[in-house]
């Protein structure tokens, strides 16, 4: 297969790629060794000198244990949700291409709201709405689950679930009717049962078909956790931000944020694009 | 409490002032002007990008390649705070420099500052890919016209890449307006800034909260309904592939 492009999966992915970096924009090594691009770099260490020289950053190894903490419950935020959120995308996708009408139009539905709604109003009705709700019912009050619902991130793991699902079950949805009909026939003409067919034929090559956009949405969704600060969620967000209100600096810890951000995204992508080198595929 | 009536006290959306309606329909009008006002600006300093990737110079190319990827790298709410702080402080800073007193920058004129530089990243990739979808004949045939290189821009590539953009930049569009959201963080009174205040004013969070998602909903099918309007008609003349 050489695997055609359909219309169909191409319109999510222009703007993921707008909007998250992919593996084909690492720069490669060589590049850098160009005689304008190393007046840049020297330019750039110049004035990332005068950065470190003259702006305050004695505040650092008081924070750095909670900076550290903050990343790890970054990182956990972006991969359990990320993980739950395909979970719940493959089915999402998958109604949506065979399922009978009534699951089909609910999925539809699920999805345009999700999508048509910002992520701060989701995540601020689950935890202010649902959270002002539950204390009411004496039976939640009692269950083993009250202790995680008093906290706050059960519900940014959910809100942030919910909207990857989403968005993802929409790209699923294209990647799934894009696999070539002959293939599905070809399997149904070995026997396979249909579960053996989606288990072996039909979500491998969905996924391998949408991978590039996966790869963009998981950039995107790290880029949704600082959110997750807003309902007192203490991830690095959450730290720089007490570092803030702690020592009346503006400037400088959020551009540690950026950089710890930016530090985050490149680590990431570069190991998508390590993933994807081993994903063998047959040359057109 | 647990009785559902209580929950659900319609009064509380009334557009007079005992009712929050009106502040909601205020704050959805402040989103709507902040998000048209962003796209704009995002769209402009988009086609300045794209044009300055492709046919810049060397430095310019990298400049902008710098540009789109700290955007595309750093969440939205980071940069959103960086560029209100700092835009605001250089403003300051640049009419003192020049003798001025200072001024207090809107909050409004700020939002749309903030959310146009995040989305002229955005647009310039989007842009850049149509204006590379756009058959090199034609305008290779522009300039053997004899057209100039700006004549050649407004006259053929701009209009022919539109088709091309169309898809993702109504993309970006619908994503301006849930970004607007992210200024509630900075304390700019758009649509989920008030609904904040009127839910803990009132404790009926799911009330309104729910009541603000219905009018961001609407505002999104609303621009999907214009926005296919809009397709069909750039994409007429198109042969359908299949």
């Known amino acids: 297969?050489?695997?055609?492009?359909?219309?169909?999966?191409?319109?999510?992915?222009?703007?993921?790629?707008?909007?998250?970096?992919?593996?084909?924009?690492?720069?490669?090594?060589?590049?850098?060794?160009?005689?304008?691009?190393?007046?840049?770099?020297?330019?750039?260490?110049?004035?990332?000198?005068?950065?470190?020289?003259?702006?305050?950053?004695?505040?650092?190894?008081?924070?750095?244990?909670?900076?550290?903490?903050?990343?790890?419950?970054?990182?956990?935020?972006?991969?359990?949700?990320?993980?739950?959120?395909?979970?719940?995308?493959?089915?999402?996708?998958?109604?949506?291409?065979?399922?009978?009408?009534?699951?089909?139009?609910?999925?539809?539905?699920?999805?345009?709201?999700?999508?048509?709604?910002?992520l701060l109003l989701q995540l601020w009705l689950l935890y202010y709405g649902l959270g002002s709700l539950f204390p009411q019912f004496p039976a939640i009050r009692q269950s083993?689950?009250?202790?995680?619902?008093?906290?706050?991130?059960?519900?940014?793991?959910?809100?942030?679930?919910?909207?990857?699902?989403?968005?993802?079950?929409?790209?699923?949805?294209?990647?799934?009717?894009?696999?070539?009909?002959?293939?599905?026939?070809?399997?149904?003409?070995?026997?396979?049962?249909?579960?053996?067919?989606?288990?072996?034929?039909?979500?491998?090559?969905?996924?391998?078909?949408?991978?590039?956009?996966?790869?963009?949405?998981?950039?995107?969704?790290?880029?949704?956790?600082?959110?997750?600060?807003?309902?007192?969620?203490?991830?690095?967000?959450?730290?720089?931000?007490?570092?803030?209100?702690?020592?009346?600096?503006?400037?400088?810890?959020?551009?540690?944020?950026?950089?710890?951000?930016?530090?985050?995204?490149?680590?990431?992508?570069?190991?998508?694009?390590?993933?994807?080198?081993?994903?063998?595929?047959?040359?057109? | 409490m647990a009785d559902p009536a209580s929950l659900i006290n319609w009064s509380l959306l009334a557009l007079e002032p005992p009712g929050w309606g009106g502040v909601l329909l205020k704050g959805l009008m402040n989103s709507i002007v902040i998000a048209i006002g962003g796209y704009t600006f995002g769209l402009v300093l988009g086609i300045g990008g794209a044009v300055g990737k492709l046919y810049g110079g060397p430095i310019t190319r990298d400049l902008m390649e710098c540009y789109t990827t700290i955007v595309r790298a750093v969440p939205e709410l980071v940069l959103i705070l960086l560029l209100y702080y700092a835009g605001t402080d250089l403003l300051n800073h640049l009419l003192g420099l020049f003798g001025f007193s200072e001024v207090d920058i809107s909050g409004l004129a700020a939002g749309i500052f903030v959310i146009g530089i995040v989305q002229g990243a955005y647009s310039t990739e989007v842009l850049r890919g149509a204006i590379k979808a756009v058959p090199a004949g034609q305008i290779e045939a522009a300039r053997a016209y004899g057209m100039s290189p700006t004549k050649v821009m407004t006259r053929i590539t701009l209009p022919a890449m539109l088709p091309y953009a169309i898809p993702g930049l109504s993309n970006l569009w619908l994503i301006a307006t849930k970004d607007t959201a992210l200024l509630a963080v900075v304390g700019f009174s758009e649509l989920t800034l008030v609904t904040r205040q009127a839910a803990g004013a009132t404790k009926a969070y799911l009330l309104f909260f729910c009541a603000a998602g219905a009018l961001y909903l609407a505002l999104t099918l609303v621009s999907d309904f214009v926005i296919k309007i809009i397709e069909r008609r750039a994409r007429r003349g198109f042969v359908e592939q299949s």
């Not at chain 1, 699902?165 to 070995?190: C, N, Q, S």
Request: net charge positive.
């Open chain 1, 1 to 118: 297969m050489t695997g055609v492009p359909l219309p169909d999966t191409t319109p999510p992915d222009v703007t993921t790629h707008a909007m998250a970096i992919l593996p084909e924009d690492l720069p490669t090594a060589d590049s850098f060794f160009r005689p304008h691009r190393i007046v840049l770099i020297l330019i750039a260490a110049v004035l990332v000198f005068c950065i470190a020289w003259f702006m305050r950053w004695d505040w650092i190894p008081q924070y750095l244990p909670k900076l550290g903490h903050g990343i790890i419950v970054t990182l956990a935020m972006l991969f359990s949700t990320a993980i739950l959120g395909f979970v719940l995308a493959v089915p999402l996708g998958l109604v949506q291409v065979t399922g009978p009408w009534p699951l089909k139009a609910l999925a539809k539905t699920f999805c345009t709201i999700i999508r048509g709604t910002p």
């Open chain 1, 144 to 284: 083993f689950l009250w202790p995680y619902l008093r906290e706050s991130w059960p519900y940014g793991v959910a809100a942030l679930t919910i909207s990857f699902a989403a968005y993802e079950g929409e790209v699923m949805r294209g990647a799934f009717a894009g696999v070539p009909a002959g293939e599905l026939e070809a399997a149904r003409a070995y026997g396979m049962s249909r579960w053996t067919m989606f288990r072996r034929i039909w979500l491998p090559r969905a996924i391998h078909r949408a991978l590039p956009t996966l790869n963009g949405e998981t950039v995107l969704q790290l880029k949704a956790t600082p959110l997750v600060a807003t309902i007192t969620v203490i991830d690095v967000y959450a730290v720089i931000s007490k570092v803030r209100q702690d020592t009346y600096i503006t400037y400088e810890p959020l551009l540690l944020l950026a950089l710890i951000y930016m530090c985050l995204t490149g680590i990431l992508v570069m190991a998508f694009r390590y993933l994807e080198n081993r994903i063998p595929t047959r040359g057109a």
